[in-house]
């Protein structure tokens, strides 16, 4: 009964695409911007999100000109910043801190969340699972609208004249509550929730599309030992996403109702200016076990997408199965289940019960396991293979040595008692941008640089790509190794000067050198900038499958239309990872290979699999043995 | 040619997979979940602080928990009728649904009539008495959505295309509605369990 049941389905569905088939030929409207087709909307995204970049990253240059050079005149800024420059020719305080919070809210969820996860998600899953399309196009569509929409939003507080939100990227209330604290927690603030309430809509959307069209429009014999590692971590994002974004939004609608109607989820017996609030029985406390449940998976959010990336194009340069599938896909799925047991340590000294913080840090330093089992990982994919570096192979590389330098320094930060010390210094400030931010951030690259052919059809430049890459690994390391010193001295985060105090000056220099290499590493970005829109037009037309890979996505034309695939779709016969397999002739066996047609390299229990077609009972035919 | 012609290959297995959309509606139902199983958990949270006023629930909504309860039996008489064909017991029974979908929201809105008369603000008070317009306020919103989703079931209905052979959007509405009853029902145990 449920065979037919299902049957019936896929049938209606096959129409159903049949259908688009048809008509795919629309105007510029429907082609390039109400489009439903996965690939466009992927592109979308990708476009967006790097627009995003590149404001989050003017911010933070922005900010880093203070903290480098303290006494500098920024007069020239004015035409810019206009009032935000004192007429000392000073960055405001104020302002200071609505850069860092607005750094923080476009890096964190419009780059590497929706920029990250919405492109690659989006342009690969249907790609390599060989569907001909995500499960629901329209909502796949109305995912990328409520971004936009959401963006705008966000980019409109940006200009306002009590300027942007400034309680940080975390809000916590009180100080996010109320409008009399500071100038960016009045209307600045409220653009930041309703921007944050549409992204959450768009990010639930794209998740149960991407959740829906994993499991149910696999193409024939992609089962999910056969899914390549993007897939899976795809897959796991999606999932958490699903299950911590709607707690972010219970949060913010507290805080809505706290902001504009009165209520006292988060506030209580708060005096300004000697005046009592009415406010009593809140706690914000509350806001912050709520916001640090979504907070934590968020940080898995932003970097699996990444990891995943990473694991494809590892083993495809390396010419090397990846070492240990199962155990990726078993630490991924670690890794999203601990995510979700250990926000408090967020709030180590928010005075929780130690005896709660003791169950939070051991939870904590288990994802350690995890994260180290990746990390081998990679390496022995690394390991005697035929390493070809190109410049998606260098990010990727470069992305393993972030994680490391990063996740280091969280086994320090994931301990109850040394968070006392460094809690809020720049040492968390080093550790969660090398960690999440510069290791996504890598990924990113790494997938922009590997699937750039398939996105437009040609080819980025390489040498450019080498230059990015080495001024952006030493660039992005020279900013943030300095912090962990300043940070272990006890210097804290979001201060807008350490200089008022000689007592307090002695890292200006090592500030200055962070601050040159920001510069530096965000102006190398432009030369991403430019290799990436020159070569989507100028570039050299790409080869069908120029890194030689196995996966599905490289069987499609060159300029694939909606749909994917001209013909049938093709079927799926082993596992992604077939490089340099013993005897074969080639040193990739693509995923569409039956393993009948590769009888020379076939292992024993490959053989096992070959049946009949018809009858899974008839004997087993291999070439040698009738 | 010949030899492709020829050619033996091992059956590529069709992958397990259900109808999206269903699949896709469950995902949206888990979703919902965790927004208010959020609000629950903060609502216990808060409630092991000190100064924690209880809660007194208005006796209509008791009366609502039984209206929706009996939403679902008509649901699924509803249901059990379009399996067999029975199109005119199909309509009764979705149109009841409907009646009793619209009675409840409306007893919900009359609730909090009586939650004002038992001096339970949503704003001003206590934090306890925010939390219950907060969780009844956006289930109601949710039950809206379930009334324009059945409306549109409805019109199917009357336009006979809801029958044995067309029974999706019938099943899809039915989880949903389902899902909205017992979401009442929990939030109406936990805020007994726990005033």
């Given at each position: 009964m449920a065979t037919t049941h299902i049957s019936t389905q896929t049938d209606l569905h096959a129409d159903s695409h049949g259908h688009e088939h048809e008509h795919h030929e629309g105007n510029f409207w429907t082609n390039y911007i109400f489009s439903q087709d996965h690939k466009v909307i992927a592109k979308q995204f990708l476009l967006t999100g790097m627009f995003w970049a590149v404001i989050g990253g003017i911010l933070s240059v922005i900010?880093?000109?203070?903290?480098?050079?303290?006494?500098?005149?920024?007069?020239?800024?004015?035409?810019?910043?206009?009032?935000?420059?004192?007429?000392?020719?000073?960055?405001?305080?104020?302002?200071?801190?609505?850069?860092?919070?607005?750094?923080?809210?476009?890096?964190?969820?419009?780059?590497?969340?929706?920029?990250?996860?919405?492109?690659?998600?989006?342009?690969?899953?249907?790609?390599?699972?060989?569907?001909?399309?995500?499960?629901?196009?329209?909502?796949?569509?109305?995912?990328?609208?409520?971004?936009?929409?959401?963006?705008?939003?966000?980019?409109?507080?940006?200009?306002?004249?009590?300027?942007?939100?400034?309680g940080g990227?975390?809000?916590?209330?009180?100080?996010?509550?109320?409008?009399?604290?500071?100038?960016?927690?009045?209307?600045?603030?409220?653009?930041?929730?309703?921007?944050?309430?549409?992204?959450?809509?768009?990010?639930?959307?794209?998740?149960?599309?991407?959740?829906?069209?994993?499991?149910?429009?696999r193409t024939r014999g992609m089962s999910f030992s056969r899914l390549p590692l993007t897939v899976w971590a795809f897959f796991f994002t999606a999932i958490i996403g699903l299950l911590s974004f709607p707690v972010l939004f219970a949060a913010a609608l507290l805080l809505i109702f706290d902001r504009s109607f009165g209520t006292s989820f988060y506030l209580s017996d708060i005096y300004i200016g000697g005046e009592a609030l009415p406010n009593t029985g809140g706690s914000a406390i509350l806001f912050q076990h709520l916001f640090w449940f979504l907070g934590h998976p968020e940080v898995y959010i932003v970097l699996l997408p990444g990891l995943g990336i990473t694991s494809e194009i590892i083993a495809t340069n390396s010419r090397k199965p990846i070492f240990g599938y199962?155990?990726?896909?078993?630490?991924?799925?670690?890794?999203?289940?601990?995510?979700?047991?250990?926000?408090?340590?967020?709030?180590?000294?928010?005075?929780?019960?130690?005896?709660l913080g003791t169950i939070f840090m051991l939870l904590t330093l288990i994802i350690a396991v995890p994260s180290a089992v990746k990390i081998f990982n990679y390496v022995t994919t690394l390991w005697k293979g035929n390493i070809r570096f190109t410049p998606a192979m260098l990010f990727s590389i470069g992305l393993v040595s972030l994680f490391l330098t990063g996740g280091i320094t969280g086994i320090f930060l994931g301990n109850a008692a040394i968070d006392i010390q460094l809690h809020d210094t720049y040492f968390v400030v080093a550790h969660f941008h090398l960690v999440m931010g510069a290791a996504s951030f890598f990924g990113m690259l790494a997938g922009v640089y590997h699937w750039f052919p398939k996105m437009f059809g040609r080819m980025m430049d390489d040498k450019l790509g080498y230059i990015h890459f080495w001024l952006t690994f030493i660039g992005v390391n020279l900013v943030f190794f300095p912090m962990h010193y300043i940070g272990i001295a006890g210097f804290p985060r979001r201060y807008y000067a350490f200089t008022n105090f000689e007592t307090f000056s002695g890292f200006s220099d090592l500030n200055a050198l962070v601050s040159v290499a920001a510069i530096v590493t965000m102006a190398a970005q432009f030369i991403f900038v430019f290799n990436f829109f020159y070569s989507m037009f100028r570039g050299r037309l790409a080869p069908a499958n120029p890194w030689r890979s196995t996966t599905l996505e490289w069987t499609t034309p060159r300029f694939p239309k909606h749909g994917n695939w001209p013909g049938e779709i093709p079927a799926v016969y082993r596992w992604p990872y077939d490089y340099s397999k013993p005897g074969a002739k080639e040193d990739y066996i693509p995923q569409t290979v039956p393993f009948s047609e590769t009888p020379e390299s076939n292992l024993p229990h490959e053989n096992d699999l070959i049946k009949l077609e018809g009858n899974g009972n008839a004997p087993i035919v291999v070439e040698g043995k009738h | 040619?010949?030899?492709?012609?020829?050619?033996?290959?091992?059956?590529?297995?069709?992958?397990?997979?259900?109808?999206?959309?269903?699949?896709?509606?469950?995902?949206?139902?888990?979703?919902?979940?965790?927004?208010?199983?959020?609000?629950?958990?903060?609502?216990?949270?808060?409630?092991?602080?000190?100064?924690?006023?209880?809660?007194?629930?208005?006796?209509?909504?008791?009366?609502?928990?039984?209206?929706?309860?009996?939403?679902?039996?008509?649901?699924?008489?509803?249901?059990?009728?379009?399996?067999?064909?029975n199109l005119s017991r199909v309509k009764t029974g979705l149109i009841l649904t409907f009646v009793l979908g619209v009675a409840f929201v409306a007893g919900q809105i009359l609730g909090y009539g009586d939650l004002i008369r038992l001096n339970e603000y949503f704003t001003g008070g206590a934090v306890s008495h925010s939390f219950i317009y907060v969780l009844t306020g956006?289930?109601?919103?949710?039950?809206?959505?379930?009334?324009?989703?059945?409306?549109?079931?409805?019109?199917?209905?009357?336009?006979?295309?809801?029958?044995?052979?067309?029974?999706?959007?019938?099943?899809?509405?039915?989880?949903?509605?389902?899902?909205?009853?017992?979401?009442?029902?929990y939030l109406f145990v936990f805020l007994k369990l726990y005033p």
């Open positions: 900010f880093r000109l203070q903290l480098g050079f303290p006494n500098m005149n920024l007069e020239w800024l004015k035409p810019v910043l206009g009032g935000w420059i004192t007429p000392e020719g000073k960055l405001d305080p104020e302002f200071y801190l609505a850069l860092v919070t607005m750094h923080g809210t476009i890096m964190v969820f419009f780059v590497l969340t929706a920029g990250l996860s919405g492109t690659f998600s989006n342009f690969l899953i249907p790609l390599q699972i060989g569907a001909r399309d995500m499960a629901s196009g329209f909502m796949n569509m109305l995912s990328y609208w409520f971004f936009f929409l959401s963006s705008v939003v966000m980019f409109i507080s940006l200009f306002i004249s009590t300027g942007p939100a400034a990227w975390v809000i916590y209330p009180p100080l996010s509550a109320l409008p009399q604290a500071i100038q960016g927690s009045g209307l600045g603030m409220t653009l930041w929730l309703v921007s944050m309430a549409l992204f959450i809509v768009s990010t639930l959307l794209g998740g149960i599309n991407y959740i829906t069209t994993i499991i149910n429009m199962k155990a990726m896909v078993g630490s991924m799925l670690f890794i999203a289940i601990l995510s979700f047991v250990v926000w408090a340590h967020h709030m180590f000294v928010t005075g929780m019960n130690p005896f | 040619m010949e030899i492709k012609e020829l050619k033996i290959v091992e059956e590529a297995k069709k992958p397990l997979s259900m109808n999206p959309k269903k699949f896709a509606l469950w995902l949206f139902m888990v979703s919902v979940m965790m927004l208010f199983g959020a609000w629950t958990s903060a609502y216990l949270v808060k409630r092991a602080d000190a100064g924690w006023a209880e809660i007194v629930l208005p006796e209509r909504f008791l009366i609502n928990t039984i209206i929706i309860v009996a939403s679902s039996i008509s649901l699924i008489i509803a249901y059990r009728a379009a399996k067999k064909d956006v289930h109601g919103l949710h039950m809206i959505s379930g009334i324009i989703f059945l409306g549109l079931v409805l019109a199917d209905a009357f336009r006979y295309r809801i029958h044995s052979k067309n029974m999706l959007r019938l099943e899809m509405c039915s989880t949903y509605w389902h899902f909205l009853g017992g979401l009442w029902l």
